[in-house]
């Protein structure tokens, strides 16, 4: 008697992972062709994945590299998830903050005051 190895599909995985909030969303993710399971474009999420399988799939700002490392039975507290997987994703480069204010614009009110007492002294 032959042991198989454990499957999983790859939504219910992403999904206990917890890199997607519902199963639904990963599934969405996985028809829409944005998952690879070894380098390889899935579009099926019944897709089988086993441990040792590496994905890649975008998340936000970024593309997310993870190694299955084991399957989970249910969808647990955040370290029971990242206990299923080993992140691979490659340091990006943090994306520079909005522009900050450089006092140009409307004065404030104590900076308006300022205006005013300098224009009241200054006659010309």
Do not use: C
């Not at 454990?6 to 992972?17: E, M, P, T």
């Not at 899935?42 to 998340?59: E, M, R, Y």
């Amino acid at each position: 008697m032959e042991l198989q190895a454990q499957k999983i599909r790859i939504d219910k995985w992403l999904w206990q992972a917890r890199f997607f909030k519902t199963r639904s969303l990963a599934a969405k993710q996985v028809s829409a062709g944005h998952l690879r399971l070894n380098g390889t474009k899935i579009t099926k999420t019944a897709q089988n994945v086993t441990a040792g399988d590496v994905l890649s799939f975008p998340q936000g700002r970024q593309t997310r590299v993870v190694e299955v490392v084991a399957i989970g039975t249910r969808r647990g507290p955040a370290p029971e998830a990242q206990s299923l997987y080993l992140d691979k994703t490659p340091k990006q480069d943090i994306l520079p903050a909005n522009p900050r204010f450089e006092g140009k614009g409307r004065p404030d009110k104590k900076t308006r005051r300022a205006l005013d007492l300098s224009r009241a002294r200054d006659p010309t």
